[in-house]
């Protein structure tokens, strides 16, 4: 049984580098979203893909973030000019079927900027 | 807008005993769903338990239960029977059922079950 995957778990980058997440989701889900956590909070969204389409982006998605899913698979989180406000747990969460299923999380790619 | 409120930040149980988390919600959507996750120390979120708004029974699996009480936008999650495993905190969120983007999460409680 394959859940979500994502890569890397643990990112360490210097402020003003850019950085590159992906995620797997369930392969038969057509949905997939990203979410962003800080410490003591719960998940914040930030996009979702209805299988290629990016169909939402979250104000909190600045010009600095861009995300993909080429062919409706896997999907890509990138981060440019990285800076220290963008330490969080990056999370993505994939779904299918009727609405009321619920979504499924990956572990998480933990950000640092140092 | 929607709001989650889960107003206890930290929870203590004994081992063996059962333990209510608090989730109180507003929306003005008529049809919505409530999830509870889990989300121990090591990072993943794991989908607990889900209610649906127009669902006429309360919610159970395994030693999870939700105590839906719709006119006082309430979704409180009952675990049975805690384990030193149930350790982590946990996140009740909400979605409208016309947007499969909108989930809102609350703040979360951080459980701990003493031995």
């Known amino acids: 049984d394959t859940g979500v995957s994502q890569d890397p778990r643990h990112k360490i980058t210097k402020r003003g580098q850019n950085v590159t997440f992906r995620c797997d989701p369930i392969?038969?889900?057509?949905?997939l979203y990203w979410y962003r956590q800080t410490l003591g909070q719960g998940p914040e969204f930030l996009t979702y893909f209805q299988n290629e389409a990016q169909l939402e982006k979250s104000r909190l998605l600045s010009d600095r973030f861009s995300a993909e899913r080429p062919k409706g698979s896997f999907s890509t989180l990138e981060i440019q000019r990285t800076e220290q406000g963008d330490s969080a747990m990056y999370l993505c969460?994939?779904?299918?079927?009727?609405?009321?299923?619920?979504?499924?999380f990956g572990d998480g790619t933990r950000l640092s900027i140092l | 807008a929607q709001k989650i409120t889960q107003t206890q930040p930290g929870m203590f149980v004994q081992e063996k005993e059962a333990v209510t988390l608090d989730c109180t919600y507003d929306?003005?959507?008529?049809?919505?769903?409530l999830f509870w996750y889990k989300q121990p120390s090591s990072g993943e979120m794991i989908f607990l338990i889900y209610?649906?708004?127009?669902?006429?029974q309360n919610a159970t699996e395994g030693r999870y239960s939700l105590n839906f009480q719709k006119a006082r936008k309430s979704a409180n999650l009952v675990i049975s029977a805690s384990q030193l495993g149930d350790s982590a905190m946990y996140f009740c969120a909400m979605r409208p059922y016309y947007n499969n983007n909108d989930m809102r999460f609350g703040a979360g409680t951080r459980l701990t079950v003493k031995p």
């Open positions: 209610q649906g708004s127009y669902d006429q």
């Open positions: 929306t003005s959507d008529p049809s919505y769903g």
């Open positions: 392969s038969e889900h057509n949905r």
């Open positions: 969460a994939s779904s299918g079927g009727p609405i009321d299923q619920p979504q499924h």
